[in-house]
């Protein structure tokens, strides 16, 4: 058993999903507000590792879906600051165990945590159709 923390938005079905099956998987978590967690830049680049900085973004951020924000013109530094001042534009959950972090639920250490492949639990839950998450 591993105790995970685990950076959230909370009320995001998708995020309540991924702690149930980490839970189920005999881990501990500590779940966090991604929002109000107090980030530095050095904290927020050490769950993205080598990854591309495209890959830093929450493609469901609002202002990625409406087109403000394009991932792929944004580099690094660039990335952070919109971070730092929008939280909402940050890739989760972001994953902290045993001195290993990563943003996404489909990067390791998650796979191992859960025993290999389990479907996808990256995902939105929530279909188009339906009406945005409610903000905390």
Known sequence: MATVLFYQKPGCGTNARQIRALEAAGHQVIAKSLLTEPWTAERLLAFFGATPTASWFNPAAPRIKSGELRPVEIDATDAIALMLDDPLL????LIE????????????PV???????RGDLQGCTRPQ???RCAEP
């Open 90 to 93: 940050i890739r989760r959950p």
């Open 111 to 117: 796979p191992s945590l859960l025993g290999g492949e």
């Open 129 to 131: 159709a339906m009406p």
């Open 97 to 108: 165990v045993d001195g290993a972090r990563c943003a996404g639920f489909d990067r390791e």
